[in-house]
């Protein structure tokens, strides 16, 4: 690892000499770890709780989207141990529907109220004395649907006759806005050259090992609610909770446990929960815990928006890029919530990347679709804008056949011009792009790179190189959400800009350092870095100073911005809790000065004392001075406040509102990153090994290298899931199909490759006080698009997606698969909806089979599993059936109806079975056609599944499903009196229809 | 993601643990090591009545070398499978796909037995034994019988075990001289579920194939030894006969695909460690 020391700046006016930096650079172990590896941490699962505290247990809608006719929790509130039971209707008269960024008619509650539009999506709450009592009751909640369409295609559901999710917002594009940065159009038109690609990036998150954790108290007395949660912030939700809950802001008290287990983001989705928990307590008169379990993160918690945009440059015959426009449809699932949709517009400043492109045209449509709801990811919203701009980067090189390292480095912001105004408005703060992109080409061995790919495809191997440049932000300015309102919307709602962050430095009578502050850390290691600059400052040892960092809204200080996110913490934490020890530092000297008969000017701190510049013999213990301030404030200087406390409030000037022409700086600070890396893809497989990968970063001053390089690792590790391995997956019908995680799959420590970090530049910010920038995200951003990148490279074809599974590319790099030499091959299953087809032989005429068919007891005898079965109309009925396979069973309400009729020769029968497992709704189509004196049925069905066997069946339910269609048919057919083995499985059915056609193809 | 209800019962003989299954039938559950009940238990895609633990039946906890197969008891977990130290030797396609079940951490506790029990359409396992041709010994207080792996394994998660019969033991046919067996699999990730899964065994001038994670459950297809070109064919034809289908990890065609290329390739790498 390459590092370079550079001095931060210290402008803090009245501090005379920097202080020794002891432990700020340095790396310094974590002291968060000697509790967590010793199994002491405090997770709220591991907290005490009231005395008759109650476990809640969600009821969670097997639809995509269905409207809810009715739920009946008589059955369930009166089991044993069950104290409440409570439905959307419930909290939708308690509360006002959480608020987002703009004026819409959109109502969320944080559960459904008359409609469910994901699955997953809650409908009511169990409260019982326990989780087990609380689950069980789950099932006797009876919920009656009404299914609707659903759509999960963003650009479908953009379409006007896309089932429209809210009726009130009347279309699924529920914010759209045009954003005209320079003169785009006129560059495009005096452009030689234009190219336009289309970029779609999955829906993907980062899973913690710690789920959502809520413990929810109504206070009967207060009228208020008293909260711990692992909430991350931002707490401009905290007003967005109270305001929902009906209640004073500061009745809402909100107190974060000592440890949280990995939010990576998604604990900010959070909120919903808490509201809805406060008002199970309120309802259930008592305190409520509620621990999401895996099943619910997976399905229900939170996501990065996936995102279709069309991309387009326009550039001259050197690769010089004068303009692009971007129109992006991102889709946010179900509803938005605060502060969605926050990605796409924290990124919007920097739509031109770390490029000196002059004019940007930016269209933005905010989608919903039948998916969960979004929210904070590790990268909020650079992974999708960077996917696009570096696939164009990359194709513009192609387009040119220029080396796409020399076309980066021909567009890239020139050194020197820092800070550099983006036409979008990102004011970045300082950087040498060039520089750093230099010294990886060399301390990264490039050369020897191109070498290794040139020899491998002389070996006829596909190998390919793929680069990335992306500009890192970090604390995010609290004003650009406003960017997706008119200036004149804008205006009416009041301006809204910068980023206040808060700590609290105190010294005891002793010596010693207790730190506060609002940054509310899930497990990067916030308390070693603030430790290491208060200890610094005040010349203490770092075991001297404890930082406790839970926050209580009603004793901490704490603004809107509070909160772990968009690497807030080097830029604005660490400035905010350097200033109050500055500060701290300042008034020790202050008191010292005249014990050491000194100007306060030349005080030092260092090794718990205070001493004189130049005679370090004339000392006196901290612990005498801090002392002094605790027990005789009337020995201190004329003025000063007594004790020695420190509150800090820091936000940055720099930070300013969106400007009448929509130009925001949406952060604070910017770092750079660059990638490159060598992949080669297994021609048999079409399974990708990295060979090589490389990243740099330049994130200003560096608090603590090891805290650093951890980050870089977490991120590049959640990353190489992101490109290779995850992805939330629904299917066409809006089902959920990666429920856990067999289906959802994360990339573990056995699946990466070497990484190689260089930090060969650092670039100090000048707008926070460490010169410190954050370093959390980059690999987000970067490596997805990397590896596409060098895919592309190795490929020579541009339509990358992620994650790029051995499948796809097994398909790219194939022509057509040999064909089967039978005829029977056409039939076998396909698709990704359950479908098929497939024929039955039965004793008697068509007229004898459709009068079984039509018939209770010809139906009865055909079902698998029939325990009941009634006709309830004109081929209509009702059945109560065990399905299932092996020992998987569940007990199902089956709708069975037959239409269409055209006596005796062909029918659709329908059928919607539900039940715990879950839902299925079929459609077939039979045809009844005489053959030697029997009858051959045609079938052709189409299966929609939802629910928990659908979300967590995997490779199995799809299958499962078939066999059971197989086997109705084959026990009508041995319900007519001729046992056939059709369709029991698959080769014997196969032969069968061989021999039927006895044809080779 | 808690289970129902249901009792639980050591055993500390086998004959106990046929008794509560002739008492409980279908409602009761044999758990050895857990790794695939315990999570179906905790979604509630099972809801057994009662829970019958086996794990400490030391009795079954055997591998035993017979004329002509290894017999692993009900309670060898993989793990100990693993460390036999003759295993190489005499299943060497056992060897060869135990380290591609789950990870170390499942291997510790999950049974050769179970995994047959479970009969999971990609598990390799079952598959080794369907390829071998081995057998299962199943007892009930009625009797004890032994039955054939593509008798035994009838579909997805479906056994020929009858409700009060548990699994004792597993009969593995031993390796043969001058034959040759080779494993494969490819999944997304290591320790993931194959999406698709290949032992091959050749000897005798033949060759069988063995294909997990595609039909619902292993199938295997015996051939006349035969060249490249015909053996292409044949693939080609058992790869389409199969058909799979789609899910979010792999296409119906990437598994003819693999069929094709890794049956090959397995085919190959058979031929060539033949003894």
């Known amino acids: 690892m390459l590092y370079k020391n550079m001095q931060s700046t210290d402008s803090e006016a009245g501090v005379a000499q920097r202080p020794r930096q002891n432990y700020v650079g340095q790396r310094v172990l974590r002291v968060e770890n000697p509790p967590l590896l010793r199994g002491h941490g405090l997770f709220i699962d591991d907290m005490p709780v009231k005395a008759g505290t109650l476990h809640a247990a969600i009821l969670r809608s097997p639809h995509a989207h269905a409207e809810i006719l009715s739920i009946d929790v008589t059955d369930a509130i009166s089991l044993p141990g069950v104290r409440a039971v409570v439905t959307g209707q419930d909290v939708a008269a308690m509360t006002d529907p959480l608020i987002v960024g703009f004026a819409t008619p959109m109502r969320y509650h944080g559960i459904a109220v008359d409609r469910v539009r994901y699955v997953g999506e809650p409908v009511a709450i169990v409260c019982a004395s326990d989780r087990y009592l609380a689950e069980d009751a789950l099932d006797h909640i009876r919920v009656e649907y009404r299914p609707l369409p659903a759509v999960v295609d963003p650009i479908a559901a953009a379409a006007s006759d896309a089932p429209i999710l809210h009726p009130a917002v009347g279309s699924n594009v529920v914010s759209y806005r045009e954003f005209r940065h320079g003169e785009t159009d006129k560059a495009f038109a005096e452009a030689k050259r234009r190219s336009e690609i289309v970029i779609t990036y999955p829906r993907n998150s980062i899973t913690p090992i710690e789920g959502y954790a809520v413990v929810a108290e109504h206070l009967l007395d207060s009228g208020g609610y008293d909260v711990i949660s692992n909430f991350q912030g931002p707490f401009s939700l905290h007003p967005v909770m109270a305001r929902a809950l009906r209640i004073p802001g500061n009745r809402l008290r909100h107190r974060s446990p000592p440890n949280s287990g990995g939010s990576f983001g998604s604990k900010l989705a959070l909120f919903p929960y808490i509201v809805i928990l406060c008002i199970a307590s309120r309802l259930a008169g008592r305190p409520v815990k509620w621990i999401e379990d895996r099943l619910e993160h997976l399905a229900a918690a939170s996501a990065a928006p996936n995102r279709v945009t069309r991309i387009e440059a326009a550039y001259d015959d050197d690769g010089i890029v004068s303009a692009l426009r971007l129109k992006h449809w991102d889709d946010h699932g179900a509803y938005l919530r605060a502060p969605m949709p926050a990605p796409i517009y924290r990124m919007h400043g920097l739509s031109t990347n770390a490029y000196g492109i002059k004019h940007v045209d930016v269209f933005n449509h905010i989608l919903v679709t039948n998916k969960c709801p979004t929210g904070a990811v590790r990268g909020f919203g650079g992974p999708q804008l960077y996917f696009a701009v570096e696939r164009m980067m990359h194709t513009i090189a192609g387009e040119l056949k220029l080396d796409p390292l020399e076309l980066i480095r021909r567009n890239l912001i020139p050194a020197g011009s820092f800070p550099y105004r983006a036409p979008a408005g990102a004011l970045i703060d300082s950087g040498d792009y060039q520089r750093l992109i230099d010294e990886t080409v060399s301390g990264g061995g490039l050369d020897e790179l191109r070498q290794r790919r040139d020899t491998a495809r002389r070996q006829g191997k596909l190998y390919g190189i793929g680069f990335a440049v992306v500009v890192e932000p970090s604390q995010s300015n609290m004003g650009y959400i406003s960017t997706l309102k008119t200036g004149i919307e804008r205006e009416r709602s009041g301006q809204k800009d910068g980023a206040v962050a808060a700590a609290t430095v105190s010294m005891d009578p002793l010596g010693t350092v207790s730190v506060v502050a609002d940054s509310v850390p899930q497990g990067q290691g916030h308390q070693t870095a603030l430790a290491q600059i208060v200890a610094d400052q005040l010349g203490v040892k770092i075991e001297d100073v404890v930082v406790n960092l839970e926050i209580d809204t009603q004793k901490d200080g704490w603004s809107i911005a509070a909160g772990n996110y968009s690497c807030r913490f080097a830029p604005a934490v660490a400035s905010a809790t350097h200033l109050a020890a500055v500060r701290l530092r300042e008034k020790l000297a202050r008191i010292a000065a005249s014990s050491l008969n000194v100007p306060p000017d030349n005080v030092e701190f260092a090794d718990r004392k205070v001493f004189a510049r130049d005679n370090a013999e004339n000392w006196l213990s901290l612990h005498r001075v801090a002392g002094q301030a605790h027990w005789s404030p009337a020995s201190l200087p004329d003025g000063m406040a007594p004790a020695l406390r420190e509150s800090v409030t820091w936000s940055a000037p720099e930070l300013t509102p969106t400007s009448a022409r929509d130009e925001i700086n949406t952060s604070l600070a910017y770092g750079f990153g660059f990638d490159f890396c060598g992949i080669e893809i297994a021609r048999e497989t079409g399974e990708i090994r990295i060979d090589k990968y490389v990243t740099s970063h330049d994130c200003g001053t560096i608090l603590n290298p090891g805290l650093a390089d951890g980050q870089i690792h977490g991120s590049f590790a959640a990353a190489i899931g992101a490109s290779l391995y995850e992805e939330f997956s629904y299917g066409e019908d809006g089902s959920f199909l990666s429920g856990t995680f067999a289906d959802y799959l994360v990339a573990t420590a056995a699946e990466m490759p070497k990484l190689d970090i260089l930090h060969p530049v650092q670039s100090p910010s000048p707008f926070t006080r460490l010169g410190a920038k954050g370093i959390a995200e980059g690999n987000q951003y970067s490596t997805p698009v990397c590896l596409a990148n060098a895919v592309a490279d190795a490929l020579g074809r541009g339509d990358i997606t992620v994650p790029l599974k051995p499948a796809k590319i097994l398909e790219w790099i194939s022509g057509d698969e040999a064909k089967s030499r039978s005829v029977a091959a056409k039939a076998s299953p396909k698709g990704s909806s359950i479908n098929g087809e497939g024929l039955a032989y039965v004793a008697g005429d068509p007229q004898t089979v459709w009068s079984a068919l039509l018939n209770e007891n010809g139906l009865r005898a055909a079902i698998p599993g029939c325990e009941r079965l009634e006709r309830v109309g004109e081929n209509a009925f009702k059945a109560t059936v065990t399905l299932g396979v092996g020992p998987v069973k569940g007990s199902f309400k089956a709708d069975i109806g037959l239409s269409d009729l055209d006596e005796p020769r062909s029918a659709v029968l329908k059928g919607v079975l539900s039940g715990l497992l879950g839902t299925a709704s079929g459609t077939g189509l039979l045809t009844l056609v005489p053959q030697n004196g029997g009858c051959r049925i045609d079938y052709r069905y189409e299966i929609h599944l939802s629910g928990q066997a659908a979300m967590v069946g995997g490779r199995m339910v799809n299958a499962a499903a078939r066999r059971l269609i197989n086997e109705f048919f084959l026990r009508f057919a041995a319900s007519l009196g001729e046992v056939n083995r059709a369709g029991t499985s698959l080769p014997s059915w196969r032969a069968r229809i061989k021999s039927l056609f006895g044809a080779q193809q | ?275």
């Open chain 2, 1 to 275: 993601m808690k289970p129902a209800n249901f009792d639980y019962a050591r055993c500390e003989r086998v004959e106990s643990a046929l008794d509560l299954l002739a008492e409980h039938g279908d409602d009761a559950r044999i758990i050895a090591g857990g790794q695939s009940l315990m999570a179906m238990l905790n979604m509630r895609l099972v809801r057994p009545s009662i829970v019958v633990d086996i794990a400490s039946l030391d009795e079954l906890a055997y591998v035993k070398e017979a004329a002509g197969y290894v017999e692993f008891g009900a309670t060898v977990t993989q793990a100990a499978a693993e460390a036999w130290p003759a295993l190489r030797k005499r299943v060497p396609l056992v060897a060869a796909a135990l380290p591609h079940i789950g990870h170390f951490q499942t291997r510790n506790r999950g049974t050769i037995c179970g995994s047959l029990c479970h009969a999971d359409p990609s598990s390799e396992l079952p598959l080794c034994l369907a390829t071998l041709g081995g057998d299962v010994v199943l007892r009930s207080r009625r009797k004890k019988r032994v039955v054939g792996a593509l008798d035994f394994q009838i579909g997805l998660l479906s056994t020929a075990k009858q409700p009060d019969e548990m699994m004792v033991a597993a009969r593995y046919p031993a390796a043969r001289s001058g034959w040759g067996y080779a494993f494969r699999e490819i999944s997304r990730r290591h320790g993931d579920f194959a999406i698709v899964a290949l032992a091959a065994v050749v000897g005798d001038g033949k060759i069988r194939l063995g294909v997990g994670g595609v039909d619902d459950k292993p199938a295997v297809h015996e051939w006349d030894d035969m060249d490249d070109d015909s053996l292409a064919d044949a693939l080609n034809d058992f790869a389409w006969d199969l058909g799979g289908g789609d899910d979010i990890h792999a296409t119906a065609r990437y598994r003819r695909e693999m069929v094709r290329r890794l049956g090959k390739k397995v085919i190959g790498e058979a031929r060539q460690c033949r003894s």
